[in-house]
T-cell receptor, first 117, second 113 residues
Framework: DAGVIQSPRHEVTEMGQEVTLRCKPI?????LFWYRQTMMRGLELLIY????????DSGMPEDRFSAKMPNASFSTLKIQPSEPRDSAVYFC???????????????FGAGSRLTVL | AQSVTQPDIHITVSEGASLELRCNYS??????LFWYVQSPGQGLQLLLK??????LVQGIKGFEAEFKRSQSSFNLRKPSVHWSDAAEYFC???????????FGDGTTLTVKP
């Protein structure tokens, strides 16, 4: 497996523009997580899905953020409109609830670094 | 709610010296505990995990960690640090659904030649 794949790796945009980040989880994993990493706030859980269904979006900062998972192999995180304070590295991670050795273990993608000017 | 504290923001050790990174957690039951490592520009990679059983767990790259319930700690150790170990290290506690983990703020390790 190629691991968790995120795109784009880097995104520079202007304030007010729409940003879409993409994630392909590991095949067979039934949980998908979106984290945001900043110097000030560290790693924050934004939202997570189980079997493509959003379970907890309490970490989503505000209505400008939305996430979808239309199928088991694809998820998007969208910011509309973007603001400079959204600048961060956004990580997607997946995990499997099956098997005691893998449960709760996150496999992270390489991240998408977003800069909003 | 669970929480994780990593008291040391930055640690510098000489190559070949031993290393201990501290982690304290807060959680009402027996937690799942993890250490992840992040190299610059990369995502986090699992070093080791504790679910139950033997409180001393071995991980990749020669790392180990010891779970001490009485101290609510899960410190990471390595007997001899290599220059390639320079990175940021995150302790995490998991509870509930698979992977819903809370992370500490991280400890940056610098290795001196």
């Amino acid at each position: 497996d190629a691991g968790v794949i995120q795109s784009p790796r880097h995104e520079v945009t202007e304030m007010g523009q729409e940003v879409t980040l993409r994630c392909k989880p590991i095949s067979g994993h039934d949980y998908l997580f979106w984290y945001r990493q900043t110097m000030m706030r560290g790693l924050e859980l934004l939202i997570y899905f189980n079997n493509n269904v959003p379970i907890d979006d309490s970490g989503m900062p505000e209505d400008r953020f939305s996430a979808k998972m239309p199928n088991a192999s694809f998820s998007t995180l969208k910011i509309q409109p973007s603001e400079p304070r959204d600048s961060a590295v956004y990580f997607c991670a997946s995990s499997s609830s099956r098997g005691s050795s893998g449960a709760n273990v996150l496999t992270f993608g390489a991240g998408s670094r977003l800069t909003v000017l | 709610a669970q929480s994780v504290t990593q008291p040391d923001i930055h640690i510098t050790v000489s190559e070949g010296a031993s290393l201990e990174l501290r982690c304290n957690y807060s959680y009402g039951a027996t937690p799942y505990l993890f250490w992840y490592v992040q190299s610059p520009g990369q995502g986090l990679q699992l070093l080791l995990k504790y679910f139950s059983g033997d409180t001393l767990v071995q991980g990749i790259k020669g790392f180990e960690a010891e779970f001490k319930r009485s101290q609510s700690s899960f410190n990471l150790r390595k007997p001899s640090v290599h220059w390639s170990d320079a990175a940021e290290y995150f302790c995490a506690v998991g509870a509930g659904p698979a992977g819903k983990s809370t992370f500490g703020d991280g400890t940056t390790l610098t290795v001196k030649p």
